[in-house]
């Protein structure tokens, strides 16, 4: 892509962020509308995995978390379009961080300590809220977007508020280098693997699923303490975020997989509350054992 053309599409995209987020909501309306009876944006696929995920529940009850999840969907766009421009105070307003002291106790006592979470809406605002306002002393570890445009435009929403990006290849290299600063690393650890990257294979939502244990061999080996983001969404635009404990060293007594299980059972509980807030448009069971 050109660089002037590169740069013409982020400063229309900076100039639409400037929109109240009603106004930008007035667009998702619109694109919820076309993407779900229209297009009907990988319908296939998220009812697929809505009927292996909830079997008890009949059709039209799945149907109806495809619809919400569409709502979800269409909304998130118009959030992470606002991120580029949000003030600390409305974010502060929009997003809720509860026990975090989790974080800035474990950074205060100059410990490193990993964050589980998972692909839930909107997990970029969560991202945005805990480096605006909680603390910056964060590391996200992501995957690359192929397309220029929106690395960038990623990039520079993500880091808006200090904090590091780390993209998932060079992260064991960013580690050792940076082993003994105390922060928190952002793992969204139910990203479907690479054949060559799977170690652990487990049930989750019904079917059998691919692990990467990353995080897991990363606690247990430097004993760092692990803990979970539960998210909730009451109403549209806010989001409350739940800190809990997963795990906390020493782990010489712990079973192998325990924080791997631990992980899949909190993101369990989590879809069952709220599915329409997950992203069954991923094709997380693209692969079988």
């Known amino acids: 892509m050109p660089q002037n053309f590169l740069i013409l599409k982020m400063v229309i995209f900076k100039l639409i962020s400037i929109l109240p987020q009603w106004v930008l909501y007035i667009f998702s309306d619109i694109l919820f509308l076309i993407g779900y009876y229209v297009v009907g944006y990988r319908k296939k696929v998220i009812l697929g995995n809505l009927q292996y995920a909830f ?26 379009i606002k991120m580029y421009r ?18 800035l106790d474990a950074i205060k006592k100059g410990q490193v300590i990993i964050g589980l979470t998972g692909h839930f809406f909107n997990w970029e605002m969560h991202l945005l809220q ?12 992501y995957l690359k977007v192929n ?22 290849s060079g992260f064991q ?20 693997p690479s054949h060559g990257e799977i170690r652990y294979w487990a049930s989750f939502m019904n079917r059998e699923t691919a692990f990467f244990e990353g995080a897991e061999k990363l606690a247990k080996r430097f004993n760092h303490p692990v803990m979970y983001s539960h998210v909730h969404k009451p109403k549209r635009g806010h989001y409350t975020f739940t800190y809990e404990m997963v795990s906390i060293p020493p782990y010489e007594k712990e079973k ?3 924080i791997t299980d631990a992980y899949i059972a909190l993101t369990e509980k989590n879809i069952r509350e709220q599915p329409s807030l997950y992203l069954w448009s991923h094709k997380r069971w693209k692969d079988s054992r």
Not at 62 to 77: G, H, K, V, W, Y
Not at 148 to 166: Q, S, V, W, Y
């Open 173 to 192: 290299r960013d580690y050792l280098r940076k082993r003994d600063q105390p922060r928190l690393i952002v793992l969204a650890a139910d990203q479907r």
């Open 55 to 80: 079997p008890e529940k009949t059709e039209s009850e799945r149907r109806e978390i495809a619809r919400q999840f569409f709502r979800n969907l269409t909304d998130s766009f118009a959030e992470i």
């Open 86 to 103: 949000i003030s600390k105070e409305d974010l502060d307003k929009r997003v809720k961080i509860e026990n975090k002291e989790i974080v």
């Open 256 to 258: 192998e997989h325990s």
């Open 147 to 168: 397309n220029p445009f929106f690395e960038k435009l990623m990039l520079a929403i993500r880091t808006r508020f200090g904090g590091g990006l780390i993209e998932r």
């Open 130 to 141: 805990m480096m605006a306002n909680v603390s910056n002393k964060c590391d996200v570890v």
